[in-house]
C-alpha cells in the first residue's frame, strides 16, 4: 500500500503555490475575471507555465518538470481552495496524460507546447447530460487515409478558448480519440453560460477532416490512451473539489469565530459546531482517498481505476455538502452574490458532474467490490 | 529503512508461513463477535483450529505484530506492518487474538509503563494466557468520565479500593482490570485520578453481567469492596493517571472505529449483502445506492486510518484523530448493520435464525457510538481541540 503522508517536496511544492495564488490568484481574482465576462487569464497561465505547473506531468526530455500525479493534485487542490481559472485540469492533466501515452515525435512536440504554456486543450467527449464516453455516438466516417468527423458535442470544459480539442469519435470496430486544432474547418463552437463562470462550449463537427496523423494511439482503441487521460483528470479534478471544500470550510470557521448572534459568537453554540466538526470529519476522510488517488496513479496506474473513482466519488459528497453547509451556516449573507461563499458552491456543482457524477463513481467502487 | 527487496523477502517468507499455519477454518468467511479469540484463562476456544492459529501466531509475535519482541511482539516496522496486513487480507485470515489488552492496556503500558511492568504484563497479552477488561465508567460517570468517584485510600504500600464500575465489558470473563481510581478527593476531577492494575481474583471484586438489549451480556457491573491494590501496580504516576486514561482513549477510538469495517471484516458490503439475499432475489435499487455509499465510506475511512498510520510513523501526525476516526467510523458501522438486517429481511429477524446471529450484531453496533466516548463527545472534542470553537 501507498505510502499516504506528503513528502518534503509534496510540502514545499504546496507552499509555493500557496503563496504565489495568495498573492496573484485570490478569490478576488476570479471576481474580477468573472465581473469582466472572461474565462481565461493567458498572462497567468504564462507564469504558471514558467513555474513549472503546465508542465507538470510533461516528461523532462519534452521540457516538462515531470513532477507526477500526486504533485498535480497538490496544484489542483490549492487551486482549488481560491477558485482559481485556468486550464490547467484540461491541459496539463489530462491533454499532457493522453500524450504521454502515445510514443511518436508528434506527441514529443505537442507536449513540449503544453509544458512551455504555447498551446491549451480541450476534452470533447460528452454528447449527453451525464458522463458516458463508451456511449458515443458521435461518428468518424474513413475516407482514404483520413477520416471524417460528424456529430455534436457538449460540456467541453475550456472548449470555447482552447487552441486543441482531443475528440472521442465512434470508427469502425470500436472508439477512436483525435487530436485536432480547434479552428479547423467544420468545427462551431458555442461557449456555454455556466454557473461556475468558466470555459465550457457545445461544440458541432460538420464533416470535419481528419488525418490518421491526427488519431491519438491507435485507431479503434481509444481507451488505451483516453483511460489513462480521464483517471488522471478525475483524480486531480477530486484534489481541486477537496481544496475547493478546504477553502470554502476555512471562511464558515472564520465566521463562525467573527459573527454575533444572541449575545456572542456563533461558534459557542453547539449545534454549530457539531455541523462544522462534521465537514471537518468528512473533509479528512476525503483527503485520505485523494492522497491514495494520486500515489496509485504514480505508483500502480494500471489498477488505480477504483482508487481514482473512490476519490471522485468521496470529493463529489464531500464538497456538496462542504458548500451547502457553507451557506447554511453564513446565513442571509452566503446568498448574495457579494460574498465569496456562492462561488464555491456553484464551482462544487459543475465539478460534481465533470468527468463522472457521484453515481458513476459510486458505481465503479462496486463493480471493483464484486456488487 | 529496508530496501524493497528485503521487503519483498519478508512478504514471501510471510506468506509461506501464513500458507503452512494459518488453518482453512480461520481464513475467510464472516467475523462475527461470536467467533472472536479473546484469549485468557476463561477462554472457551470454538475449534481447535482457532485454538492452534492462536498458538501460531503467538509462538511468531503475529498476535501482536508491532510490539518490540522482547514483550511479545514481532518488532514489525510501518512498512513491514503493511505487509502483514496485505497478507492476511489476501487469505481472508482472522484475526489470531484480540483483546482489550492488545487493543488498549498494551498501548498504554508501552509508552508510559516501566521496563518492569511491560516484561511482567505483556507478553501474557500477547500469547493470550491472560485476558484484561477495563474499568472506567460509573454509574455517575459516563460522558463525564473525569467525575469518576470509586476510590483508593492510601494505606501505605497498597491503595484500599471501593467502589463501583459499570459496562466493565466481559468482566465475567476477565483475569485483570485496569481501571480509573479516586486517589486525590480534594484535588480537581482530572488530577486525582490514579490507573491501577486490579486482579479480578482479589478478594472483594465482583462482577454482574448486565443482559443488553441484542440478548447478550457483554457489560458488567463490577464491584469493589475494600480491594488491597499493591503500589507497584500503578501505571504513570500517581494522580496523573487521567493522562494514561486520555491515551488509551485514543486507542480505544481507534479500535472501535475498525477502519469503518466493524464486524465485515474488511469483507465488500454488497457480497455480502448478495449473499443474505439469497437466490432468485435481486438487490433492490434503494438498497444497493445505500450499499454503494457506504462501501465509498468504508474505503476512505479505512485509507484514513492507514494516513494517519503513516504519519504518525513520520512524526507528523494530528493529535485528535481518533475522535474523527471513532465518530466516522461507528456510525458507519451501525449504517452498515443496518443494511445487513434489509438484505437478510424476515431471516435477519430471528435469534439464531438462517442468518446467525445476526440481529444480535445488528443490536450490539447501537453501543459503538455510545462506548469509549459517545459521537457528540467525539464531535465537541474535534470542535474544540481542532477548530478552536467554543468557549
Known amino acids: 500500500m501507498a505510502n499516504l503522508v506528503m513528502t518534503e517536496d509534496e510540502t514545499m511544492l504546496a507552499d509555493a503555490a500557496r503563496g504565489f495564488l495568495d498573492k496573484s490568484a485570490p ?66 492533466v489530462i491533454a499532457a496524460t493522453a500524450l504521454r501515452n502515445v510514443s511518436d515525435a508528434r506527441a514529443q512536440k505537442a507536449l513540449a507546447a503544453i509544458a512551455t504554456g504555447d498551446v491549451t486543450y480541450a476534452l470533447a467527449v460528452d454528447e449527453a447530460s451525464k458522463f458516458n464516453p463508451e456511449a458515443t455516438s458521435m461518428v468518424a466516417t474513413r475516407e482514404g487515409n483520413g477520416f471524417r468527423l460528424s456529430g455534436k458535442k457538449t460540456f467541453v470544459v475550456d472548449g470555447a478558448l482552447a487552441g486543441r480539442l482531443l475528440v472521442l469519435a465512434k470508427t469502425d470496430d470500436g472508439l477512436t480519440l483525435f487530436d485536432i486544432p480547434a479552428d479547423r474547418a467544420g468545427i462551431t463552437r458555442n461557449a456555454q453560460n455556466m454557473i461556475d463562470a468558466r470555459d465550457s462550449a457545445r461544440i458541432d463537427f460538420d464533416n470535419v477532416e481528419a488525418t490518421g496523423e491526427d488519431v491519438m494511439g491507435q485507431v479503434d482503441s481509444a481507451m488505451s490512451v483516453l483511460k489513462p487521460a480521464l483517471e488522471a483528470g478525475q483524480a486531480a479534478l477530486a484534489a481541486e473539489m477537496a481544496g475547493l471544500s478546504a477553502g470554502a470550510f476555512g471562511m464558515t470557521v472564520a465566521y463562525l469565530k467573527e459573527r454575533k448572534q444572541f449575545g456572542t459568537v456563533i461558534g459557542n453554540f453547539q449545534a454549530l459546531q457539531h455541523r462544522a466538526a462534521h465537514l471537518w470529519c468528512e473533509i479528512e476522510v476525503t483527503a485520505s482517498a485523494i492522497m491514495n488517488a494520486g500515489r496509485m496513479l504514480d505508483e500502480d496506474p494500471d489498477n488505480a481505476t477504483m482508487a481514482v473513482s473512490l476519490a471522485k466519488a468521496r470529493a463529489t459528497s464531500t464538497a456538496q455538502l462542504a458548500v451547502q453547509e457553507g451557506v447554511q451556516m453564513h446565513g442571509g449573507i452566503g446568498m448574495t452574490d457579494a460574498y465569496d461563499i456562492g462561488f464555491y458552491m456553484k464551482r462544487a456543482r459543475v465539478g460534481a458532474e465533470w468527468l463522472g457524477d457521484y453515481g458513476y463513481h459510486a458505481n465503479q467502487v462496486a463493480k471493483h467490490r464484486g456488487f | 529503512m529496508q530496501s524493497n527487496q528485503e521487503l519483498e523477502g519478508f512478504r514471501v517468507e510471510l506468506r509461506d508461513w501464513l500458507e503452512a499455519n494459518c488453518p482453512a477454518e480461520m481464513r475467510g468467511g464472516e467475523a462475527s463477535e461470536a467467533s472472536i479469540c479473546w484469549g485468557g484463562k476463561n477462554f472457551k476456544f470454538e475449534t481447535d483450529a482457532q485454538r492452534d492459529w492462536m498458538g501460531r501466531a503467538a509462538s511468531k509475535g503475529y498476535t501482536v505484530p508491532t510490539w518490540p519482541v522482547e514483550y511479545g511482539g514481532a518488532g514489525l516496522n510501518r512498512s513491514q506492518e503493511k505487509i502483514f496486513k496485505e497478507e492476511m487480507d489476501r487469505i481472508g485470515a482472522r484475526s489470531p487474538l484480540d483483546s482489550f489488552g492488545i487493543w488498549m492496556l498494551g498501548p498504554a503500558l508501552l509508552h508510559f509503563g516501566s521496563h518492569e511492568q511491560k516484561l511482567h504484563y505483556l507478553p501474557p497479552i500477547a500469547r493470550g494466557e ?29 491503595w484500599l479500593v471501593n467502589g463501583q464500575k459499570i459496562w466493565t465489558s466481559y468482566a465475567d470473563k476477565a483475569d485483570w482490570i485496569f481501571a480509573l481510581i479516586r486517589t486525590d478527593r480534594e484535588a480537581p476531577k482530572h488530577k486525582g485520578i490514579s490507573f491501577l492494575l486490579i486482579n479480578m481474583e482479589d478478594a472483594g471484586v465482583e462482577t454482574r453481567p448486565i443482559k443488553l438489549i441484542s440478548g447478550a451480556s457483554v457489560f458488567c457491573e463490577t464491584f469493589f469492596t475494600d480491594v488491597k491494590v499493591p503500589k507497584h501496580q500503578i501505571v504513570g504516576t500517581e494522580n496523573r493517571g487521567w493522562d494514561v486514561a486520555k491515551y488509551l482513549l485514543t486507542h480505544e477510538r481507534e479500535m472501535i472505529s475498525g477502519g469503518g469495517q466493524g464486524l465485515s471484516g474488511g469483507r465488500a458490503l454488497g457480497a455480502v449483502l448478495n449473499e443474505s439475499l439469497g437466490e432468485g432475489q435481486e438487490m433492490e435499487t434503494t438498497l444497493r445506492a445505500d450499499a454503494m455509499r457506504c462501501e465509498v465510506d468504508a474505503l476512505a475511512i479505512g485509507l484514513t486510518l492507514e494516513r494517519y498510520k503513516d504519519q504518525a510513523e513520520a512524526g507528523t501526525g494530528a493529535g485528535d484523530a481518533s475522535a474523527m476516526l471513532k465518530y466516522m467510523g461507528t456510525e458507519l458501522n451501525k449504517q452498515r448493520h443496518e443494511l445487513l438486517m434489509a438484505a437478510g429481511g424476515s431471516d435477519a429477524l430471528e435469534w439464531d435464525g438462517p442468518l446467525g446471529n445476526r440481529p444480535a450484531d445488528w443490536l450490539r453496533t447501537k453501543a459503538n457510538s455510545i462506548e469509549g466516548g459517545t459521537s457528540e463527545v467525539m464531535l465537541s472534542i474535534v470542535s474544540r481541540r481542532v477548530l478552536g470553537l467554543g468557549a
Do not use: N
Not at chain 1, 506531468?57 to 489542483?76: C, I, K, N, Q, Y
Open chain 2, 130 to 158: 491472560i485476558r484484561w477488561c477495563q474499568g472506567y465508567s460509573e454509574p455517575g460517570a459516563g460522558s463525564d468520565l473525569a467525575s469518576v468517584q470509586t476510590k483508593g485510600e492510601d494505606k501505605g504500600d497498597h
Open chain 1, 27 to 92: 478569490v478576488k481574482a476570479f471576481r474580477d475575471l468573472r465581473d469582466a465576462g472572461k474565462t481565461h487569464d493567458a498572462k497567468m497561465w504564462k507564469e504558471m507555465a514558467d513555474m513549472g505547473w503546465a508542465g507538470v506531468l510533461v516528461p523532462e526530455s519534452a521540457g516538462g518538470s515531470d513532477m507526477g500525479h500526486a504533485a498535480a493534485g497538490v496544484l489542483a487542490h490549492e487551486m482549488g481552495k481560491t477558485l482559481v481559472v485556468s486550464p490547467f485540469l484540461s491541459t496539463a
